[in-house]
């Protein structure tokens, strides 16, 4: 939601040296596989920022709970963006949200553990571009808030298989 000066690289696909996520740990168990990595791009902003994430899969239950923490000061406008595929239906409510391909095939459940004060989340459709020159609608969750940093949101993400568990 801030903008602040681009750097561009030669290679239209790819992140500037400065703004690529970096991997502080990875552990890889039988049971549970962790990961923590951070996005150096918001430093460049005048109050700057760093995104940290932290994820944590429990192969056993099958699910991921999830940290993302925004280390800093100063006051920020915040968002969280979940994208899902084109046909897929979501619904969303203070606890979290729940979305599902067509037929209920298959699906995933979000379920806030931790939000910060006055964080709201609301579905929206957004355009998806499956291949060149094609746009199709696809719905997004938007989680929003203000507040200063640091700051952090965690949350349970579970998917759903076809019989719907």
């Known amino acids: 939601?801030?903008?602040?000066?681009?750097?561009?690289?030669?290679?239209?696909?790819?992140?500037?040296?400065?703004?690529?996520?970096?991997v502080l740990r990875w552990r890889h168990g039988s049971r549970f596989t962790y990961l923590a990595a951070e996005q150096?791009?918001?430093l460049r902003l005048a109050?700057?920022?760093?995104?940290?994430?932290?994820?944590?899969?429990?192969?056993?239950r099958?699910?991921?709970r999830i940290e993302d923490r925004v280390e800093g000061s100063g006051r920020h406008r915040f968002?969280?963006?979940f994208h899902l595929a084109p046909g897929w239906t979501v619904s969303v409510d203070a606890r979290g949200f729940l979305a599902a391909r067509p037929a209920g095939t298959a699906g995933l459940t979000l379920a806030w553990l931790a939000l910060p004060?006055?964080?709201r989340a609301e579905a929206e459709e957004t355009p998806h571009s499956p291949s060149y020159g094609v746009l199709v609608a696809a719905p997004v969750v938007r989680l929003r808030w203000e507040g200063e940093g640091p700051c952090a949101v965690r949350?349970?993400?579970?998917?759903?298989?076809?019989?719907?568990s």
């Open 1 to 22: 939601l801030h903008s602040f000066p681009t750097r561009r690289s030669s290679d239209l696909f790819s992140l500037p040296a400065a703004d690529r996520p970096r």
């Open 117 to 119: 004060e006055g964080a």
């Open 62 to 64: 099958v699910a991921f």
């Open 40 to 42: 150096p791009a918001y």
């Open 79 to 81: 968002e969280l963006a």
């Open 155 to 164: 949350y349970l993400l579970t998917p759903l298989g076809a019989e719907g």
């Open 47 to 60: 109050a700057p920022a760093l995104h940290r994430r932290r994820i944590l899969l429990d192969a056993r």
